[in-house]
């Protein structure tokens, strides 16, 4: 039996277009023969016909695929503004209780993917329980409220949580869904659960290359997203 590679996406009923799209691109380039492609959905709002259309869609490209939905609680999180309308992608932190992959990558909903996810899969982790890429140090990000919390004298690379890979085992030894449950419950959080893991993973994330996330609101990103294979 082929092993799998597991995608997971956050959503709830104001994104359902963005999980079409996302998913749509994830599998339309999805080029490894070795690994089935594995989508899990975490909701607490998506219905049945929901799922029933996003399959639809999935299906019209005849790609094989997976996909599994989780019904998720977040009442812990509730209390937490939603950002662009929608608190879906806070379920990201959700998942590495509730399913039991050794490794899973998370995307955003308003991701476009442009390569065989597979690449980035397989990247080397070293040992810390994910990896994501930087879009600015903590100092000069737009999370003016953290960089202030941890003071001037406190800086390095500020993660964009947008596409995330995760090791399993390494993110529930260290606890980090706790943890950033926790920092969510009294720190400054002016970007919800990215700020979180801002705060709880710094100094102990992998750094990947800026290919596997572009930021299409940067003008000074956009001849590399239509020239270069990125997510």
């Known amino acids: 039996m082929k092993s799998g590679l597991h995608v997971i996406f956050g959503a709830d009923q104001n994104v359902i277009a963005g999980l079409h ?36 869609t999935l299906d019209a490209t005849r790609h094989p695929y997976v996909l599994e939905t989780h019904r998720a609680d977040a009442a812990m999180l ?17 998942a590495p209780q509730a399913i039991t992959a050794e490794r899973f990558i998370y995307l955003d909903v308003d ?30 990000s737009a999370d003016s409220a953290l960089a202030s919390l941890l003071g001037k004298g406190v800086d390095g690379p500020y993660l ?3 596409v995330m890979l995760v090791d399993r085992n390494a993110w529930q030894s260290q606890q980090v869904t706790e943890r950033c449950v926790e920092y969510l419950s009294h720190g400054p959080a002016m970007f919800r659960d990215q700020s979180a893991l801002n705060y709880v993973l710094r100094g102990s994330w992998h750094q990947l290359e800026t290919r596997f996330n572009y930021i299409a609101n940067w003008r000074s990103n956009w001849p590399s997203m239509i020239t270069v294979d990125s997510l």
């Open 21 to 56: 799209v996302a998913a749509l691109s994830v599998l339309l380039n999805y080029t490894n023969k070795e690994r089935n492609l594995h989508f899990h959905v975490f909701t607490d709002t998506l219905t049945a016909e929901n799922l029933s259309v996003l399959r639809k």
């Open 78 to 94: 509730r209390e937490y503004p939603a950002l662009r309308d929608s608190g879906a992608a806070v379920f990201r932190l959700l």
């Open 111 to 140: 991701i476009v993917c442009y390569l065989s996810i597979h690449e980035l899969w397989e990247i080397d982790l070293q040992g810390c329980p994910a990896a994501f890429v930087s879009e600015a140090t903590i100092q000069s």
């Open 160 to 162: 964009n949580s947008g």
